[in-house]
């Protein structure tokens, strides 16, 4: 039996190792294209600067990580985001860099103002941001831990190695076309298929 502590390392593990597969630029830029919709090969090379050969390596580790997936369409094989929740990844990197930025400028602003004229920054962007971030935050780590009291509570049930339980919950989210969040509340509420 898998305790809490033991569910959230692995979670965190299986995030360390899908943030490692968007680590490198050109995978980004890739993901980027593809929640734009369905790009082929020659097309995703057009919008990236990458080159085929460089592509399919890329394309490789997206696919081993389940984030991508590839369709033939008319002749041509067409990769799609396997979730729309991959596309958030980036945006939500982009809401964190635009945040630190701001933060890091706001710093910068603060270090050349003079001490007699203290600034007001309730209404400034940072403010704002920040407080857009904080609930996305809290629901983040919700859903972690809802993920991580799925992931035992079909280990408890299935006998399976955690490893296991998490891999079937998210084979049973992507043949339902559901979140992970989504298919670990059923897994909790004891409506997953074992």
């Known amino acids: 039996m898998i305790g809490p502590a033991q569910a959230a390392d692995m979670l965190a593990a299986a995030e360390a190792e899908l943030f490692k597969a968007l680590a490198h630029p050109a995978r980004a830029r890739v ?22 050969s460089h592509l399919a390596g890329h394309l490789a580790q997206l696919r081993a990580q ?78 972690r831990a809802l993920i991580a009291a799925a992931v035992e509570s079909v280990s408890v049930r299935t006998g399976r190695s955690s490893e296991a339980a998490l891999a079937a919950l998210l084979s049973e989210a992507r043949e339902r076309g559901r979140t992970l969040a989504e298919t670990a509340s059923d897994a909790v509420a004891g409506n997953v298929t074992e």
């Open 66 to 143: 389940h984030l991508v997936t590839g369709k033939r369409a008319g002749g041509r094989l067409l990769y799609r985001l396997s979730f729309p929740e991959v596309a958030r990844i980036l945006s939500e990197a982009d809401a964190v860099l635009s945040v630190r930025a701001a933060a890091e400028a706001d710093g910068l602003t603060a270090m050349s103002a003079p001490e007699t004229a203290p600034r007001d920054t309730e209404n400034e962007d940072v403010g704002a941001l920040v407080e857009e971030l904080v609930p996305r935050l809290e629901q983040s780590l919700e859903r």
């Open 31 to 52: 993901v980027g294209v593809l929640a734009l919709g369905p790009s082929s090969v020659p097309d995703l090379c057009e919008a990236t600067g990458l080159k085929p």
